[in-house]
């Protein structure tokens, strides 16, 4: 009898990665999609950083460190809020997917429309709410900031907008799209729009930065509605809509917990320094924190590609997929943030000199903000896994914790240490945080996510 030669593409080193690929990612169509589009996120947030980069580097020397300390603290608060899209963007990557595999587009097209309108009202509302504790507050408030607030304001609509139109633009894997206007477009906005204020003359103060970064925003988003709007009209079949309001904010809401209490943890050691240090000590923290951007980058790429497949292999009741995909999903959060994180750190004097001479009196800040990013890409996207898979709760109550435990150690640390007590706080509440969400995902669905360990 013939004995047929061995396939060379199932044998030998080719063949034992592709079958360890398969067993990793549920197969190497999926596991090449996944990495694909994460490689593109990765990569225009990767761009998006160094124009950022360069805008902050720019922006600090034409506007001297208090004013950019000033214009540092308002955009701050911008990116805060502005994130806080009321768990649309977030929830979006759950609904649609539900919606597609249960066939019901009316709803569908329900949600595509209105959850688009919904976050701009209701933004709306918000940003004239805030407009008006401002103007209570400002016998507190230095003068200098006031009107950079009242522009801030005027910013968030088009902000939460935006926001809304990335979940819905990663629901369908158009990344770039999803991505580009707010990442890339509108950082080369700002960037345009003061290198030509600062050439015809005119002093670049914070007002200055806040207008053109509020004119960047709103210009990147009208321009990603109206692609998205054609995209959408070619994708889904025109028909009746229906709008299950209730129904969004029932998954949104909880979720917006998680993403409240996530930026909050994210941006409470710069606001906190803002009260108790000068601007200018806030200035080389935020510098800091720009460097080291790029660790966190990773941790959003993964993010941003697997939380609508969780929901995906959830609903379609494939658990041994959904498992073998979590666990691709951290191996590539953890090492690549190990790896840029090293490469960070040996660069950081360089990289810090480029905003100024003065800037590199934070590099040792680095290292220990370092710490909290690391940790927390060991477990990956969990959070996203928690969300995705009903959990929203719990992992609000996770996020609560986290941030209240750095909203303590940086009342207690910062007058003190300054920018090395909230690097401090924050890494030993990002651990807290890594901890818990390990034992909750373990506790709650029986899954091991640790980059490390079986």
Partial sequence: MAVMDADPATTGPAGLIARLRARLTGGPSEASLTRRLAGTIFIIRVISAGLAYFSQVLL??????????????????????????????ASAQKIIPEYRTSGEQALLRGFLSGSRWLT?????????????????????????????????????????????????ARSHDWMQLGLMPQFIIRQGLIIGITAIAFLLGYHLGAVAAMIASAGAVWIAMTGQMVVLNRKLAGHIAPGPKTYDIGGWLAVSLPILLVESFYLLLSYTDVLVLQQFRPSDEVGVYFAVVKTLALVSFI?????????????????????????????????????????????????????????GPQFVVGYDIMFVAAIGLVVRSA???????????????????????????????????????GGHG???????????ETVLLFWIVRQRLGLHVLAFGK
């Fill in 422 to 432: 909230a690097a401090a706080a924050t890494s030993i509440s990002l651990t807290f």
């Fill in 60 to 89: 600090a020397r034409w506007m001297g460190t208090s004013d950019y300390g000033i214009y540092v603290y308002v955009w701050t608060w911008v990116l805060l809020l502005g994130s806080m899209d009321f768990g649309i963007s």
């Fill in 120 to 168: 701009f009202a209701v933004s709306t509302l918000v940003s004239l709410a805030l407009a008006g504790i401002v103007r209570l507050l400002s016998p507190w408030i230095d003068p200098a900031e006031e009107l950079p607030l009242y522009i801030g304001c005027m910013t968030l609509p088009a902000f939460v907008v935006a926001n809304t139109q990335d979940g819905i």
């Fill in 299 to 355: 941790h959003y790429a993964m993010s941003a590609t697997t939380a609508h497949r969780f929901a995906e292999y959830n609903a379609s009741g494939d658990k041994a997929r959904l498992s073998a995909y979590v666990a691709h999903a951290i191996n590539w959060t953890f090492w690549p943030s190990l790896a840029a994180t090293i490469v960070l750190l040996a660069l950081g004097k360089p990289l810090l000199w480029l905003f």
């Fill in 379 to 417: 477990i990956g996207p969990v959070e996203r896994l928690l969300n995705m898979l009903g959990q929203q709760k719990i992992c609000a109550l996770a996020y609560a914790l986290a941030f209240v435990m750095n909203l303590m150690l940086c009342i207690a640390l910062v007058p003190r240490y």
